[in-house]
C-alpha cells in the first residue's frame, strides 16, 4: 500500500535507452540527453556539463559514456561519469528538488548488450540507484 502511494506521488521515470541518447519520459514530459559528460580536466575532474545542452566554456575532456574506443579520460571512472549523469538527467526530468525518489522503468536495455558485454542491467541498476532511484524495472 505505501509502495503504491510513493508511485503515485514520484511519478514513474520512463527511460529509452541507446547508446548515444537516453530518452526520459514522465507526466507527459519528454527530455532526451545525449550520452556524453564533460569532465575538467585540470587535476581534479568535476563534472562540467551533460548531454548536448550544455559545453561548459572551460578546458574540459568530452566523455561518450558508450564509446568502446578508449578516450582521453582515463583518469575518470566511467561508473562514475555515469552516475552523475543519471542524477542530472533525473532532477531535469522532475524539474524539481522531491524528497520522493522516483521509479524508473528502462526500456531497449538490449540495444547496449554488445558494449557492456551483456551486463547492461545490471549497470543501469547500480547507476540508476546510486543516482537517488527507489526501484528499476526492465521492460522488454
Same mark, same amino acid.
Given at each position: 500500500?505505501?509502495?503504491?502511494? /510513493?508511485?503515485? +506521488?514520484?511519478?514513474?521515470? %520512463?527511460?529509452?535507452?541507446?547508446?548515444?541518447?537516453?530518452?526520459? #519520459?514522465?507526466?507527459?514530459?519528454?527530455?532526451?540527453?545525449?550520452?556524453?559528460?564533460?569532465?575538467?580536466?585540470?587535476? &581534479?575532474?568535476?563534472?562540467?556539463?551533460?548531454?548536448?545542452?550544455?559545453?561548459?566554456?572551460?578546458?574540459?575532456? &568530452?566523455?561518450? +559514456?558508450? %564509446?568502446? %574506443?578508449?578516450?582521453?579520460?582515463?583518469?575518470?571512472?566511467?561508473?562514475? !561519469? /555515469?552516475? =552523475?549523469?543519471? &542524477?542530472? !538527467?533525473?532532477?531535469?526530468?522532475?524539474?524539481?528538488?522531491? #524528497?520522493?525518489?522516483?521509479?524508473?522503468?528502462?526500456?531497449?536495455? %538490449?540495444?547496449?548488450? #554488445?558494449? /557492456? !558485454?551483456?551486463?547492461?542491467?545490471?549497470? +543501469?541498476?547500480? =547507476?540508476? #540507484?546510486?543516482?537517488? =532511484?527507489?526501484? !528499476? +524495472?526492465?521492460?522488454?
Amino acid at each position: 500500500m505505501i509502495a503504491h502511494i /510513493l508511485r503515485i +506521488l514520484s511519478g514513474d521515470i %520512463e527511460v529509452a535507452v541507446s547508446p548515444d541518447y537516453f530518452h526520459f #519520459m514522465r507526466k507527459g514530459q519528454e527530455v532526451i540527453f545525449r550520452t556524453v559528460i564533460y569532465i575538467s580536466n585540470d587535476g &581534479r575532474p568535476r563534472v562540467l556539463g551533460v548531454g548536448d545542452n550544455s559545453v561548459p566554456a572551460e578546458p574540459n575532456i &568530452r566523455l561518450d +559514456l558508450f %564509446e568502446p %574506443e578508449v578516450q582521453r579520460a582515463d583518469f575518470v571512472d566511467k561508473a562514475e !561519469c /555515469l552516475d =552523475a549523469f543519471f &542524477r542530472y !538527467c533525473i532532477r531535469k526530468t522532475v524539474g524539481r528538488t522531491t #524528497m520522493i525518489r522516483p521509479r524508473i522503468i528502462f526500456t531497449n536495455t %538490449e540495444s547496449l548488450r #554488445m558494449i /557492456l !558485454c551483456g551486463y547492461q542491467k545490471v549497470i +543501469l541498476n547500480r =547507476a540508476a #540507484m546510486n543516482a537517488g =532511484a527507489h526501484e !528499476c +524495472l526492465f521492460k522488454a
